[in-house]
């Protein structure tokens, strides 16, 4: 006979936030927790079920076949808590309730201000939990129960989810005027590959262009990285590098003295984004009222 296991919420957070970061790192600062705390937690998990949980390799971690089962169960318990939080919200005004929304970089930066704002002061009981991540893991923790609402292209693997159109993300190339690239209006982006770059310090876009650098066969050579668009538009404007931003950030910093902006030509450079929630089961009411706000406009409007 299997001895009992004796696990509370937050282990159960933590495991899904490991299985589908693929990392033990990665899962500990999703949940708030210093990486000796989260591999204890795991290692007691995996000690009261009498049971390993998860395979430990060189890149990561995967759930073994008893780590599955664990992870499909969590799931189903999360999203029952999130939906027993909605139905109390419902009847008890006085209580708070947190609505889990991940993004990309682009909705977080550029297009959910606008539309977020005005929500969030008509819902004063209302929390949000936002988080930037890129489109896969995005799609992951939504069908996860790891959060009610993601924001992410839909180029991504998106089955299990109901998709809303949210908006169209064209990523464009700045830099000084006197710039080479800017003798064209749209260039490729092997057209840039191997020049010097200002770029984010982190983030789910930068990680996607890097990405498709690596693709390419590069590195991308980063002579700067800041902390937000407007840096980088700052920067390629002085001319210490080409930066690669969305055309919502890039229109609104023109009014940076000598910015110049170029079309990329790329496939991926034109990402369209959606609204994304579980297929199987409805949001809990603060969740859903949320989607039908950001769902409202037409995606040609978003960010302008």
């Known amino acids: ?8 919420l ?24 210093s990486l000796s705390a989260a591999s204890e937690r795991l290692r007691d998990l995996e000690a009261d079920g009498g049971v390993a949980l998860l395979e430990r390799g060189r890149r990561g971690v995967t759930p073994t076949r008893a780590g599955e089962a664990l992870a499909h169960h969590a799931r189903l318990i999360h999203r029952q808590l999130g939906q027993m939080r909605g139905e109390l919200a419902e009847h008890a005004a006085s209580v708070r309730t947190t609505v889990r929304l991940h993004a990309n970089t682009a909705a977080v930066a550029e297009l959910l201000p606008p539309r977020l704002a005005p929500w969030m002061a008509a819902h004063p009981r209302v929390d949000v939990e936002l988080k930037e991540r890129q489109s896969n893991e995005i799609a992951r923790a939504v069908r996860a129960g790891l959060a009610e609402i993601g924001i992410l292209s839909d180029a991504v ?3 299990g989810l109901t ?3 949210f908006a169209v993300d ?9 710039d080479p690239c800017t003798a064209e ?14 770029g984010l310090a982190s983030g789910a876009l930068q990680d996607h262009i890097e990405l498709q650098a690596a693709k390419a066969g590069y590195r991308l ?3 700067l990285r800041v902390a937000n668009f407007e840096g980088i538009c700052r920067m390629a404007a002085a001319g210490v590098g080409v930066g690669i931003v969305p055309e919502t950030a890039a229109r609104r910093h023109r009014g940076t003295p000598k910015l110049a902006i170029v079309r990329l030509t790329d496939d991926w450079a034109v990402r369209r984004l959606a609204i994304c929630t579980l297929s199987q089961e409805e949001p809990a009411a603060p969740a859903l009222d949320l989607v039908e706000h950001l769902a409202a406009f037409p995606p040609s409007s978003r960010g302008r």
């Not at 064209?170 to 006197?178: I, T």
Request: proline letters at 6%; one cysteine or more.
């Open 221 to 223: 050579r980063m002579r």
């Open 10 to 33: 937050i282990d159960l957070k933590l495991f899904l936030a490991v299985v589908d970061a693929g990392s033990i790192t990665r899962g500990a600062v999703d949940c708030g927790l």
């Open 157 to 159: 693997d998106t089955s």
């Open 185 to 198: 209006k749209a260039l490729s982006f092997s057209r840039i590959i191997d020049r010097h770059f200002v």
């Open 170 to 178: 064209r990523l464009v190339v700045v830099a000084a005027p006197d």
């Open 163 to 165: 998709l809303r159109p």
């Open 1 to 8: 006979m299997l001895p009992p296991m004796r696990f509370d």
